[in-house]
């Protein structure tokens, strides 16, 4: 079992930017990003494979948040920009077994989650 363990969520203006962290004890195949409101699925919103890149994101933040690795340190980053107030959620990180990263039921690992609040 992958452990993981995420950082960076936090209160932000609408328009600002802000960076999740996730450190995974190991690496499988890639590793994705998803969010989640009360009363809603959980989304995905981004992953990348470890070796060769290969990012992938939703349609809903595409051009405005960023997904990268640091290979040596098992880590995987968000970085969000021009954030709005739809993008309020819990973030969480996960670690892919293999198939279609947008598909939850292909990650086997969670992380616990993160607070990310855009205020208008």
């Known amino acids: 079992q992958v452990q993981l363990v995420e950082s960076g969520g936090g209160l932000v203006q609408a328009g600002d930017s802000l960076t999740l962290s996730c450190a995974a004890s190991t690496r499988t195949f890639f590793m994705g990003w998803f969010r989640q409101v009360p009363g809603k699925e959980r989304e995905f919103v981004a992953a990348i494979r470890w070796t060769g890149g290969g990012a992938d994101y939703s349609e809903s933040v595409w051009g405005r948040f960023t997904i990268s690795t640091d290979n040596v340190k098992n880590t995987v980053y968000l970085q969000m920009d021009s954030l709005k107030p739809e993008d309020t959620a819990v973030y969480y990180c996960?670690?892919?077994?293999?198939?279609?990263?947008?598909?939850?039921?292909?990650?086997?690992?969670w992380g616990q989650g993160a607070q990310v609040t855009v205020s208008s």
């Open positions: 996960a670690s892919g077994i293999g198939g279609s990263m947008r598909d939850a039921r292909h990650y086997r690992s």
